[in-house]
């Protein structure tokens, strides 16, 4: 069983940044592609970024030239570097592992960007 823990997320004005990380009980190499998903009150869970195994990225329209993804593979953590923060960009963002037969998810951290 993988666990994944999610933390650093918090309360931030707008135009401020926060980096969240997300730590895995197990090797990160091992997975196909990790990434970020997010889920406002009220709304579905929305993609962000991923990263896949070879260090390829992909972000969501939304946040492409403010987020940044990234994964070290010695500390089996994957982080998501957020900047410029939006009060749309308030949600529980959440930690994914894509296996070869399992899907894995995190609990969740919240990010709240407010005045």
């Known amino acids: 069983q993988v666990r994944l823990m999610e933390s650093g997320g918090g309360l931030v004005q707008p135009g401020g940044s926060l980096r969240l990380s997300c730590a895995a009980s197990?090797?990160?190499?091992?997975?196909?592609?990790m990434g970020w998903h997010r889920q406002a009150p009220g709304k579905e869970r929305e993609w962000v970024a991923s990263?896949?195994?070879?260090?390829?990225?992909a972000y969501a329209d939304s946040v492409k030239g403010r987020f940044t993804i990234s994964r070290d593979n010695t500390k089996n953590t994957l982080y998501l570097q957020m900047n410029s923060l939006k009060p749309e960009d308030a949600a529980v963002y959440y930690c994914?592992?894509?296996?070869?037969?399992?899907?894995?998810w995190g609990q969740g951290t919240q990010v709240t960007v407010s005045s």
């Open positions: 994914k592992a894509i296996g070869s037969v399992n899907t894995y």
């Open positions: 197990r090797n990160i190499f091992s997975f196909n592609a």
């Open positions: 990263i896949g195994a070879g260090g390829g990225t």
